[in-house]
């Protein structure tokens, strides 16, 4: 089946450190990729929409330039947390979709996610 | 987009058949996922209905009901390793996630 692989899986780095999370559609291509952050006991939060060839589209209050997304092929996207701060630890997880057309129906699968700790 | 309540935890006995009832609300509809999360890890896709009716997989079956906006996802045959968050995800192009329902296997 359809497999997403994320990496790293987890980073700890000093403040002020910028981190590259890559994530990459093994066996198919993904026109469009999710990229979505959790906190412990909370539900995954859309942060952002990646799109193949196109800019990014950002959810409401997620800072586009503190979250810099680049999708610059059919199997690879990746999230720059950049200058990051305590604040931004959290467990960040990407999903995949291959292309549909119109057709939305085929499940997203997901990365193994990134746990991102700022000391 | 959409609103998605589901029940905050449940807790069965090892064997037992357990139900988690989601509810949702939408502004566009494209199907309903229901998604398996273990504590520290990323979701796993369980099943995708968009029709009415029930769809079967083993010992797991989801139930969707547009005209109610009501889904619900049935485990039978519970098992220790069933133990996790069950998440009742809206499908409008975006995914929208409900909280989750923290199930927990009792022996």
């Known amino acids: 089946g359809a497999v997403v692989s994320q990496h790293p899986s987890r980073v700890i780095c000093k403040s002020g450190t910028s981190v590259k999370i890559e994530c990459r559609s093994l066996d198919f291509q993904a026109t469009t990729m999710f990229w979505y952050r959790q906190f412990p006991k909370k539900s995954l939060m859309l942060m952002a929409t990646?799109?193949?060839?196109?800019?990014?589209?950002?959810e409401q209050g997620v800072e586009k330039d503190k979250f810099l997304i680049n999708h610059a092929s059919l199997t690879l996207s990746t999230l720059t947390v950049t200058s990051a701060h305590p604040e931004d630890s959290s467990f960040y997880i990407c999903s995949a979709r291959g292309p549909t057309g119109v057709n939305s129906n085929q499940p997203q699968h997901f990365g193994d996610g990134t746990r991102l700790s700022i000391l | 987009g959409q609103n998605i309540d589901q029940p905050t935890e449940m807790t069965a006995t090892e064997g037992a058949i357990v139900q988690i009832n989601c509810t949702y609300q939408?502004?566009?509809?494209?199907?309903l996922f229901w998604y398996q999360q273990h504590a520290g890890e990323a979701p796993t896709f369980l099943s995708y209905?968009?029709?009415?009716g029930l769809e079967e997989k083993g010992r797991f079956s989801s139930f969707l009901s547009r005209s109610k906006g009501y889904s619900y996802l049935l485990l039978k045959e519970l098992q220790m390793k069933d133990s996790a968050s069950y998440l009742c995800v809206g499908n409008d192009y975006k995914l929208s996630f409900g909280a989750g329902t923290t199930v927990t296997v009792r022996a």
């Open positions: 990646s799109n193949e060839g196109s800019k990014a589209t950002y």
């Open positions: 209905n968009v029709l009415d």
């Open positions: 939408t502004s566009g509809f494209n199907g």
